[in-house]
């Protein structure tokens, strides 16, 4: 899984491996499998990104949370809010940053 990879990476998160795997399984229990209805591809540089794009879209998700936001701009017409996890909290909490 991608999250797995880029997650493990040494720096990515200051969450010890054991951690990030408790926040991988919660996620895969949680997950609801989305059936695709549209494909784009490709749209963006990165082959892997596609997929997130679509499985957002096809989720009809109001935000597409990542630190990558730059390779994900060429997405915003698909009505997607693209934020970094920070900005996504401040929604959350209800903070306009």
């Known amino acids: ?4 990879d880029v997650l493990a990476r040494p720096g990515m998160v200051p969450l010890s491996s054991a951690a990030v795997d408790a926040v991988l399984d919660m996620v895969c229990r949680e997950a609801v499998q989305q059936a695709v209805h549209f494909l784009w591809r490709p749209q ?6 596609e997929l997130v794009l679509e499985a957002a ?7 597409l949370v990542t630190h990558n936001v730059r390779d994900f701009e060429a997405c ?6 693209i934020v970094t996890p920070g900005q996504f909290l401040a929604v959350l909490e209800g903070d306009d940053r």
């Open 44 to 49: 963006l540089r990165d082959p892997k990104d």
């Open 76 to 81: 915003r017409f698909h009505g997607l809010e």
């Open 1 to 4: 899984m991608e999250y797995d």
């Open 57 to 63: 879209v096809n989720a009809r998700a109001a935000y």
